[in-house]
T-cell receptor, first 112, second 117 residues
Framework: GNSVTQMEGPVTLSEEAFLTINCTYTATGYPSLFWYVQYPGEGLQLLLK?????DKGSNKGFEATYRKETTSFHLEKGSVQVSDSAVYFCALKGDSWGKLQFGAGTQVVVTP | DGGITQSPKYLFRKEGQNVTLSCEQNLNHDAMYWYRQDPGQGLRLIYY???????QKGDIAEGYSVSREKKESFPLTVTSAQKNPTAFYLC????????????????FGAGTRLSVL
């Protein structure tokens, strides 16, 4: 079946540092890939998405490229801020219309 | 404002009690979902509904029940059979199967935190 593996946290960074969160997946067919962000005590918000190989999703300075050859969708941001402190979830949607498979989440802590 | 409203924000359950979590959306979405989130873990699908009056079990449906009598509402009941109900519960919705995979992005509510007294 489909599965998503992302790096364990917490990841602790200083403000303006470079952030990478690794995400790899296992799926049949041609899945769509997503990054969601969860701020403390809140629900999930869609951060970015990519629906086919070599697509790059981007939003709020975050980027991720759909790499089918390495089955990866790593999240990057060049200069993080304290307000980026949150839990980040990588997710996959297979050929079916709606069901999502989530990774375990990676907590990111950015210190001033 | 369009969105998904979950209530209450916090809920406490006594031993042997059933409790119901509310989820309402005004996005005109056909599909709705319930997830459970435990500390340090990803989200696990409890139930989902593709259309009114229809729903399917997800990966961890035991001890839970749902109904979908109206398009905008998808309440989740945590029954006394669920022996470990303490978790953060998230409701989501998406356009639905008629709109194709690329457009079926899930949008989430703010969640309900359930604890056992």
């Amino acid at each position: 079946g489909n599965s998503v593996t992302q790096m364990e946290g917490p990841v602790t960074l200083s403000e303006e540092a470079f952030l990478t969160i690794n995400c790899t997946y296992t799926a049949t067919g041609y899945p769509s890939l997503f990054w969601y962000v969860q701020y403390p005590g809140e629900g999930l918000q869609l951060l970015l998405k990519a629906t086919k190989a070599d697509d790059k999703g981007s939003n709020k300075g975050f980027e991720a490229t759909y790499r089918k050859e390495t089955t990866s969708f790593h999240l990057e941001k060049g200069s993080v801020q304290v307000s980026d402190s949150a839990v980040y979830f990588c997710a996959l949607k297979g050929d079916s219309w709606g069901k999502l498979q989530f990774g375990a989440g990676t907590q990111v802590v950015v210190t001033p | 404002d369009g969105g998904i409203t979950q209530s209450p924000k916090y809920l406490f359950r006594k031993e042997g009690q059933n409790v119901t979590l509310s989820c309402e959306q005004n996005l005109n979405h056909d599909a709705m979902y319930w997830y459970r989130q435990d500390p340090g873990q990803g989200l696990r699908l409890i139930y989902y509904s593709q259309i009114v009056n229809d729903f399917q079990k997800g990966d961890i449906a035991e001890g839970y029940s749902v109904s979908r009598e109206k398009k905008e509402s998808f309440p989740l009941t945590v029954t006394s059979a669920q022996k470990n109900p303490t978790a953060f519960y998230l409701c989501a919705s998406s356009l639905g199967q008629l709109f194709g995979s690329a457009k079926n992005i899930q949008y989430f509510g703010a969640g309900t935190r359930l604890s056992v007294l």
